[in-house]
């Protein structure tokens, strides 16, 4: 037994620590991981309430690790020659392989550092064979002629206790953890943990961010109107009506409290594409038609065209299909569309859908439409051409490039809001004056990839090129002179509150609200609601409290005072009240 618990005590230590290595280098594709696992358990309503985390995954993998060693190779274990020493290694690698590749299979950890697998790998036969050697020499003569067969492996265990102690002191798991309190605390397995209505007062974490920051709000009303089977991911209202989004396809009419149209059939969700599924709706605000986004079963971002009839019911044998753009990954479709009163047009955002900044610059491509806000009828933008041959033609319809994961822009009078999501350090708000537009039709440069946020990654583009009067020459420069810098932006790892993934909102339009003309958006990790008065450029925290997953969307009710909804991947539908 005692070897037993040392062989599991090394296991989870060195299992643990690759762990880490292999998350920290991997750190928003673990995030999403954690995130799809805490949703797995909601979903089946598990009674306890726990952190996923990496001692939680290693602990798993451990445990089935040391299972398999004691049935082939403990109870097997010999050291008669050569051949049983290769034998027992060769065993001690295929054990811990497979049961790491088994394991990650079943939690879905894919795309994770393929480099740090393989040295992971090759060196675990190497050192538990050394601490199994090691554990038996307590069976040779020496140690039973002194009766001390057990000094070796009670010896050996005390020294990985301590060991494991010391490496629990002096890690931070938290950063990989999300029910932990100094990282996401949006996720649990438990329901909501507030009432019918509740008030939340809550003290704001600290700030790491753009210098506007001016205080806290406490004192939110939380309300919970309803529970769905499926994640949600928008709302959208439209003259008295609000509809809501299911990430499978369905959207219901919340004023009927109907399905207002199920496009279930057409809408691709794969198992590991999280981000995949129904995205937004848009109405023409005087023709009987609306437009709806999604991920379609090829995995192209598609816009579908839907006519209304007379009784403004969706006619659903006669849509079109206007626009598919292909996605070769998982992730970063955006695929939010809205109705911009300021150019009479439908714009759409698209995500630069997870190419690698460094060898791909798609978002900077003005011939490609990943990384955009787009027209979606208008071809009147005029750019100099960012491209890799210059006989390529820039597209006439970017209004916005050098994004990453703009999600759910939104239109005010003459702005543009655009939250962009972040890679690992900064989030940032954009804030666009479309008079600019106007006067130049050139369209707005916000970095991506060149720069996150504020944050300058130091890349240099061979690929693409600045194409000018039969002049080609590096982008570099004309990056750094033209992107436009973020109204707000904050980092990953703020004091105390791990922040990441802004959700954007809109703007309260009641002039009898003090919040008139605030822009008020979320952050999908963190439970806290931002209060931006960008006119007065004054940014303010409104914390939720612990909700029961991460906020997927939040919309301004326009005929309800002060009054927001917002989703959740839980499927919550909550009403917010600001104080």
Not at 287 to 298: A, P, Q
Not at 334 to 363: A, C, K, Q, R
Request: net charge negative; charged share 20%; aromatic share 16%.
């Amino acid at each position: 037994m005692i070897k037993l618990v040392s062989i599991f005590l090394m296991n989870l230590i060195y299992i643990s620590s690759f762990n880490r290595l292999l998350f920290l280098r991997n750190k928003e594709i673990t995030d999403k991981i954690f995130i799809n696992l805490q949703s797995d358990f909601i979903a089946i309503y598990f009674p306890y309430n726990f952190s996923i985390d990496n001692i939680f995954i290693s602990f798993v993998i451990s445990l089935f690790v040391t299972f398999l060693v004691k049935i082939f190779v403990l109870n097997r274990l010999k050291f008669d020659s050569v051949f049983e020493i290769i034998n027992n290694l060769t065993k001690l690698f295929f054990i811990y392989s497979g049961s790491i590749f088994s394991i990650f299979y079943l939690f879905r950890m894919f795309n994770l550092s393929r480099g740090l697998l393989i040295i992971s790998i090759v060196l675990y036969p190497i050192l538990s064979f050394i601490v199994i050697t090691f554990l038996n020499f307590s069976s040779l003569n020496y140690f039973k002629k002194y009766k001390a067969s057990s000094i070796v492996p009670i010896s050996l265990m005390l020294t990985l206790i301590f060991i494991l102690f010391y490496q629990s002191q002096n890690n931070d798991n938290s950063e990989f953890s999300i029910d932990a309190t100094t990282t996401a605390t949006t996720t649990t397995t438990t329901t909501i943990p507030f009432n019918e209505l509740g008030v939340v007062q809550e003290d704001c974490k600290p700030w790491l961010g753009s210098d506007n920051f001016s205080g806290c709000v406490s004192g939110i009303e939380l309300q919970i109107l309803d529970k769905y089977q499926e994640r949600l991911t928008n709302i959208v209202t439209y003259k008295n009506g609000v509809y809501l989004l299911e990430n499978s396809g369905k959207v219901y009419d919340l004023k009927d409290d109907s399905i207002f149209i199920d496009v279930s059939s057409k809408v691709g969700t794969p198992e590991d594409f999280f981000e995949s599924g129904l995205f937004s709706i848009a109405f023409h605000p005087s023709e009987k038609y609306f437009l709806i986004s999604y991920s379609d079963l090829e995995n192209n971002l598609a816009v579908e065209k839907y006519y209304l009839n007379d009784n403004l019911v969706p006619n659903l044998e006669n849509s079109e299909v206007i626009l598919q753009i292909p996605n070769p990954m998982c992730c970063h479709y955006s695929g939010n569309i809205i109705w911009s009163n300021y150019f009479n047009d439908f714009l759409i955002s698209v995500g630069d859908m997870e190419t690698d900044p460094y060898n791909h610059s798609g978002p900077l491509d003005t011939t490609n439409p990943k990384g955009k806000i787009l027209f979606l009828n208008k071809k009147e933008s005029e750019t100099d051409l960012l491209a890799v041959n210059s006989s390529d033609r820039p597209r006439k319809d970017i209004l916005a490039f050098g994004l990453r994961n703009p999600w759910q822009t939104y239109e005010y009078k003459n702005f543009l809001f655009i939250p962009d999501i972040g890679d690992t350090k900064e989030e940032e708000l954009n804030i666009l004056d479309l008079e600019g537009y106007e006067l130049s039709k050139e369209p707005y440069l916000l970095g991506w990839p060149y720069f996150e946020g504020t944050i300058d990654n130091e890349i240099e583009f061979n690929e693409i090129l600045l194409h000018k009067e039969n002049i080609s020459k590096n982008i570099k420069q004309y990056i750094v002179e033209s992107s436009i810098f973020p109204a707000v932006y904050y980092s990953h790892q703020a004091p105390e509150n791990y922040r990441a993934a802004i959700i954007g909102g809109g703007v309260i339009q009641d002039k009898n609200s003090k919040y008139f003309e605030s822009y008020i958006f979320a952050d999908y990790f963190s439970s806290e609601l931002f209060i931006y008065d960008f006119k007065n450029n004054q940014l303010k925290i409104a914390p939720l409290g612990q909700l029961d997953s991460y906020i997927t969307s939040v919309t301004i009710i326009p005929f309800k005072k002060d009054t927001l909804y917002i989703t959740t991947g839980s499927g919550a539908l909550l009403e917010l009240i600001l104080p």
